[in-house]
T-cell receptor
Framework: KAGVTQTPRYLIKTRGQQVTLSCSPI?????VSWYQQTPGQGLQFLFE???????NKGNFPGRFSGRQFSNSRSEMNVSTLELGDSALYLC????????????????FGPGTRLTVL | SQQGEEDPQALSIQEGENATMNCSYK?????LQWYRQNSGRGLVHLIL?????REKHSGRLRVTLDTSKKSSSLLITASRAADTASYFC??????????????FGKGMKLTVNP
């Protein structure tokens, strides 16, 4: 099976702009989660989509949004970029068929490195 | 919070030695997972241990879980230079908000010197 793919791999934007990142999950996976990774804050959960619905959300401002399509591909959008949004954005897919509060194995993509100038 | 904390934050050893990393967390969990990340790349899942399990093995990896102490350890035996990476523990369980998700620790850096 092909792994999780993310596009683009690198992106440079300026403050105030917006950006859209894309993630294609492993075939058959219905859950896509997004994480932001920075040296200071580590890996922080942004949100999770399952069957086109946002199932979980982290503590990020409304400038961060996402969506999932019927083929499970997902996009995340960041509007009005700030310098602090510079980070590695990771997407992870899983079957999403959890039970009893147990999250199953996440399969990560290589990430998109976003630099905001 | 549910977030795990790895200890030590950095470890440097010689090839062939064993490496032990610890993870502590604060709330009840359903499972605990360990991931590896090579510099600036995506995370790779290593092993998952459920809350009703105490020990699990996978190749050169051995994970233990002590739910009474809210801690886990990852042992890598006979380390190799290729094991040089950052290692993260991640806990899965219900959050205060009533949802469930995977929460990652800040990670620890392992350097294996040839």
């Amino acid at each position: 099976k092909a792994g999780v793919t993310q596009t683009p791999r690198y992106l440079i934007k300026t403050r105030g702009q917006q950006v859209t990142l894309s993630c294609s999950p492993i075939s058959g996976h219905r859950s896509v989660s997004w994480y932001q990774q920075t040296p200071g804050q580590g890996l922080q959960f942004l949100f999770e989509y399952f069957s086109e619905t946002q199932r979980n959300k982290g503590n990020f401002p409304g400038r961060f949004s996402g969506r999932q399509f019927s083929n499970s591909r997902s996009e995340m959008n960041v509007s009005t970029l700030e310098l602090g949004d510079s980070a590695l954005y990771l997407c992870a897919s899983s079957s999403g068929l959890t039970s009893g509060g147990s999250t199953d194995t996440q399969y990560f993509g290589p990430g998109t490195r976003l630099t905001v100038l | 919070s549910q977030q795990g904390e790895e200890d030590p934050q950095a470890l440097s050893i010689q090839e062939g030695e064993n490496a032990t990393m610890n993870c502590s967390y604060k709330t009840s969990i359903n499972n605990l997972q360990w991931y590896r990340q090579n510099s600036g790349r995506g995370l790779v899942h290593l092993i998952l241990i459920r809350s009703n399990e105490r020990e699990k093995h996978s190749g050169r990896l051995r994970v233990t879980l002590d739910t009474s102490k809210k801690s886990s350890s990852l042992l890598i035996t006979a380390s190799r230079a290729a094991d040089t990476a950052s290692y993260f523990c991640a806990t899965s369980g219900w959050t205060q908000g009533g949802s469930e998700k995977l929460v990652f620790g800040k990670g620890m850096k392992l350097t294996v010197n040839p």
